[in-house]
């Protein structure tokens, strides 16, 4: 845990703890201080300890709690509003999964390790909009995410590009793990999107995918899944399509999907 996190005052019920404390330490230290002066003069000293110790205990007693829980309220607001500005960042407001900014920038971290990038469209979505409207649009945009969080690993990074587009990371995957994964995806949305806010929508995704190769960017990587997921719509949607497949890859069963 940072040093950020572990000082963070959020509640006010963390402010009246923290103002307690700087209380009692504010009224001890000049209390322990005019009290030193015991070792040396014994009673003699009682006369002045007397005296001054009322003030010097009753001054931070009166001063600390009001100036201790302004300054710390101060803090809490600004450790809310920093985790607020940190949260709309992050994660996409409408549906939980990450921004473009910050998905790009996490897959950036991982990319020496390899691995393929998924690009995901909901299938013919404005004309959910259109007929529907906005609101189911957003539920069914709220959907997909469902589906993200229910198939996906949990290494795996999700984030919406933009409209109806979202791009997912696999670190590690080869083009048949994609593949895997992708088919999965497709299948989920077939049977988890069939109604969505009460309405026979039937929503559907197509998937390009593209495995991550060295020497090349990001930018070129995410081009090449754009181009398979091209493919995949125009060969009739509701399917995925894997950059450079061919029939010399089997295991991903790209001939039956495309011709189903």
Same mark, same amino acid.
């Given at each position: 845990?940072?040093?950020?996190?572990?000082?963070?005052?959020?509640?006010?019920?963390?402010?009246?703890?923290?103002?307690?404390?700087?209380?009692?330490?504010?009224?001890?230290?000049?209390?322990?201080?005019?009290?030193?002066?015991?070792?040396?003069? &014994?009673?003699?000293?009682?006369?002045?300890?007397?005296?001054?110790?009322?003030?010097?205990?009753?001054?931070?007693?009166?001063?600390?709690?009001?100036?201790?829980?302004?300054?710390?309220?101060?803090?809490?607001?600004?450790?809310?509003?920093?985790?607020?500005? /940190?949260?709309?960042?992050?994660?996409?407001?409408?549906?939980?999964?990450?921004?473009?900014?910050?998905?790009?920038?996490?897959?950036?971290?991982?990319?020496?390790?390899?691995?393929?990038?998924?690009?995901?469209?909901?299938?013919?979505?404005?004309?959910?909009?259109?007929?529907?409207? @906005?609101?189911?649009?957003?539920?069914?945009?709220?959907?997909?995410?469902?589906?993200?969080?229910?198939?996906?690993?949990?290494?795996?990074?999700? &984030?919406?590009?933009?409209?109806?587009?979202?791009?997912?990371?696999?670190?590690?995957?080869?083009?048949?793990?994609?593949? +895997?994964?992708? /088919?999965?995806? +497709?299948?989920?949305?077939?049977?988890?999107?069939? @109604?969505?806010? &009460?309405?026979?929508? &039937?929503?559907?995704?197509?998937?390009? +995918?593209?495995? @991550?190769?060295?020497?090349?960017?990001?930018?070129?990587?995410?081009?090449?899944? /754009?181009?398979?997921?091209? @493919?995949?719509?125009?060969?009739?949607?509701?399917?995925?399509?894997?950059?450079?497949?061919?029939?010399?890859?089997?295991?991903?069963?790209?001939?039956?999907?495309?011709?189903?």
């Amino acid at each position: 845990m940072s040093i950020e996190k572990m000082f963070a005052i959020r509640t006010m019920r963390q402010v009246y703890k923290v103002a307690a404390i700087v209380t009692v330490f504010s009224v001890l230290i000049p209390v322990l201080t005019f009290s030193l002066p015991f070792f040396f003069f &014994g009673e003699a000293y009682m006369g002045f300890f007397a005296i001054a110790v009322f003030p010097a205990a009753l001054i931070p007693l009166l001063l600390a709690p009001p100036i201790s829980i302004v300054i710390l309220n101060m803090f809490r607001m600004q450790t809310l509003t920093i985790e607020r500005v /940190d949260e709309l960042i992050r994660h996409d407001t409408l549906t939980g999964v990450l921004t473009r900014a910050y998905l790009l920038g996490k897959i950036g971290e991982l990319l020496a390790q390899g691995g393929s990038f998924l690009m995901v469209d909901a299938d013919h979505f404005k004309s959910v909009n259109d007929t529907y409207g @906005h609101d189911v649009g957003d539920q069914a945009l709220r959907k997909l995410a469902e589906v993200f969080r229910k198939s996906l690993s949990s290494d795996a990074l999700v &984030g919406r590009l933009g409209g109806e587009e979202f791009g997912v990371f696999l670190p590690g995957a080869d083009d048949a793990q994609a593949a +895997c994964v992708a /088919d999965n995806l +497709c299948a989920q949305m077939r049977a988890e999107a069939k @109604h969505i806010a &009460g309405h026979e929508i &039937g929503l559907t995704i197509s998937i390009g +995918c593209a495995r @991550h190769l060295a020497g090349h960017t990001l930018e070129k990587t995410m081009k090449r899944a /754009d181009a398979a997921l091209y @493919h995949a719509k125009h060969s009739g949607r509701d399917r995925y399509f894997v950059a450079g497949a061919s029939d010399t890859m089997p295991a991903l069963i790209l001939k039956g999907k495309l011709a189903s």
